[in-house]
């Protein structure tokens, strides 16, 4: 299957600091690019949908300005969870997609974010 | 609106056979996805169906009935690394998954 990559793979910063999370897709074109969180034991959320060149569209209850997404190459994908406090903490995790809308869904292997 | 239901937990032993069961309701279908996902770790892609029938591939065998909103999927031959999540998930009219919380298989040897 496709390879997706996500750097880095875990982080801990202080609270009211950003954190930049990069989701790449290394061996096919990405024209969408899915953003989940999921906390313990729970199930996958979908944050935010993205498409290349476009502006990301989020699911309700997403801050957009919390989470600022941006997709702008076809392999690329960035999240940026600014000023972050301990209750962003969770298990972050891309998807990408490639062309045609049937294409299946590839998961990178995910961001562990804890905000002390 | 749209739903997924797959059971919650459920437990079978080592070597023996288990089928997870999905029931969907969307607006629209374009396919059905099995993905698994150990603790800790990001979702793996198993299976896609979008015809009817039964979909082998070596241990694992996907099914999908659309005129029943139903699909399965079936574990044979277990082992203890099968113990994970079997996330379930629909894509919609607009091509987007729609997922089903997932169902916790705990296998015992």
């Known amino acids: 299957g496709a390879v997706v990559s996500q750097h880095p793979s875990w982080v801990i910063c202080k609270s009211g600091t950003s954190v930049k999370i990069e989701c790449r897709s290394l061996d096919f074109q990405a024209t969408t690019m899915f953003w989940y969180r999921q906390f313990p034991k729970q199930s996958l959320m979908l944050m935010a949908t993205s498409n290349e060149g476009s502006k990301a569209t989020y699911e309700q209850g997403v801050e957009k300005d919390k989470f600022l997404i941006n997709h702008a190459s076809l392999t690329l994908s960035t999240l940026t969870v600014t000023s972050a406090h301990p209750e962003d903490s969770s298990f972050y995790i891309c998807?990408?997609?490639?062309?045609?809308?049937?294409?299946?869904?590839?998961f990178g292997p995910g961001t562990r974010l804890l905000v002390l | 609106g749209q739903n997924i239901d797959q059971p919650t937990e459920m437990t079978a032993t080592e070597g023996a056979i288990v089928q997870i069961n999905c029931t969907y309701q969307t607006s629209g279908f374009n396919g059905l996805f099995w993905y698994q996902q150990h603790a800790g770790e990001a979702p793996t892609f198993l299976s896609y169906?979008?015809l009817d029938g039964l979909e082998e591939k070596g241990r694992f065998s996907s099914f999908l009935s659309r005129s029943k909103g139903y699909s399965y999927l079936l574990l044979k031959e277990l082992q203890m690394k099968d113990s994970a999540s079997y996330l379930c998930a629909v894509m919609d009219s607009n091509y987007q998954l729609i997922w089903g919380a997932g169902t916790k298989l705990i296998i015992k040897p």
């Open positions: 998807s990408a997609r490639g062309m045609g809308g049937q294409e299946t869904q590839y």
């Open positions: 169906n979008v």
